[in-house]
């Protein structure tokens, strides 16, 4: 029986075929998934109903199964229509930094701007998509895989 948080067997398998700088999205509920991925990343759909699973309950299970390197999450483009709604930091933002120090990481959040973020998907590195049906703003997780051999990021 597994000792890990993660118990989805697509997920893990996905992970485990990973290496060192690979990159796992965990993509909110309007991510589109199916056209902003790398050429290399599989796409593992979980929405169940909304906010079923919410992008943090996800972050929390890879937190507590791999070693992390780098957390980017998409910036709100000031420019960008949706920004209004969003004057500061997206609340969800907070949760994720909460996340990260429970689970011992010394990573930060790295927020990269809207149009920038779907470049940094866009890469042959990028293994896997978790779409979860989270709801929340400026939600997405880009995450780089680290090196089980380090206790902290390099």
Same mark, same amino acid.
């Given at each position: 029986?597994?000792?890990?948080?993660?118990?989805?067997?697509? *997920? @893990?398998?996905? /992970?485990?075929?990973?290496?060192?700088?690979?990159?796992?999205?965990?993509? !909110?509920?309007? $991510?589109? &998934? %199916?056209?902003?991925?790398?050429?290399?990343?599989?796409?593992?759909?979980?929405?169940?109903?909304?906010?079923?699973?919410?992008?943090?309950?996800?972050?929390?299970? *890879? @937190?507590?199964? /791999?070693?992390?390197?780098?957390?980017?999450?998409?910036?709100?483009?000031? !420019?960008?229509? $949706?920004? &209004? %709604?969003?004057?500061?930091?997206?609340?969800?933002?907070?949760?994720?930094?909460?996340?990260?120090?429970?689970?011992?990481?010394?990573?930060?959040?790295?927020?990269?701007?809207?149009?920038?973020?779907?470049?940094?998907?866009?890469?042959?590195?990028?293994?896997?998509?978790?779409?979860?049906?989270?709801?929340?703003?400026?939600?997405?997780?880009?995450?780089?895989?680290?090196?089980?051999?380090?206790?902290?990021?390099?």
């Amino acid at each position: 029986m597994l000792s890990t948080p993660l118990l989805h067997p697509e *997920i @893990l398998k996905n /992970i485990a075929l990973g290496g060192h700088h690979s990159l796992i999205l965990i993509a !909110d509920g309007n $991510y589109p &998934a %199916a056209t902003k991925r790398g050429p290399n990343a599989d796409v593992v759909p979980l929405q169940l109903m909304p906010d079923v699973p919410t992008v943090a309950q996800v972050f929390q299970a *890879i @937190l507590g199964t /791999i070693q992390i390197d780098a957390v980017q999450t998409m910036g709100v483009d000031r !420019d960008d229509s $949706y920004a &209004a %709604a969003t004057p500061g930091d997206p609340p969800v933002w907070e949760q994720y930094r909460s996340l990260l120090k429970a689970a011992g990481s010394t990573c930060v959040l790295d927020p990269i701007v809207k149009w920038d973020f779907y470049t940094a998907v866009d890469s042959a590195d990028h293994i896997l998509t978790v779409q979860t049906a989270d709801t929340q703003p400026w939600a997405n997780l880009l995450l780089t895989i680290g090196c089980r051999t380090f206790n902290s990021a390099n």
